[in-house]
Nanobody, 124 residues
């Protein structure tokens, strides 16, 4: 139900914009504009790391990406975005979009719905 896109290979200092589109809403317990969203990433051999989260009136960004990454949502198109600027090799990971019906959360275990992930690779 969550489909990420926009990943790829980019050089250090470059930018990418990830998208997470919702297909089918019947499994959600509330309307899409009331859902809360997060982006997480996972590199090889590492735990899933918080990147950003957004609710109706609040947004959070992880310390490692603060000032470089921005999360946004479009309730009309049922899509959330992650704009990534000034990319670094340590940003290389699979990026996952997630959704939940409760309050905005920064922990991956709090999310009920996940996309399949999109690979981001930053070359030095």
């Amino acid at each position: 139900q969550l489909v990420e896109s926009g990943g790829g290979l980019v050089r250090t200092g470059g930018s990418l914009r990830l998208s997470c589109a919702v297909s089918g809403r019947s499994a959600f317990g509330r309307s899409l504009d009331k859902m809360n969203w997060g982006w997480f990433r996972q590199g090889p051999g590492t735990e899933r790391e918080f990147v950003a989260a957004i609710g109706e009136n609040e947004a959070y960004t992880g310390d490692s990406v603060k000032g470089r990454f921005t999360m946004s949502r479009d309730n009309v198109d049922n899509t959330v975005y992650l704009q990534m600027n000034s990319l670094r090799p340590q940003d290389t990971a699979v990026y996952y979009c997630a959704a939940r019906e409760g309050r905005v959360a920064l922990t991956p275990t709090m999310y009920n719905y996940w996309g399949q992930g999109t690979q981001v690779t930053v070359s030095s």
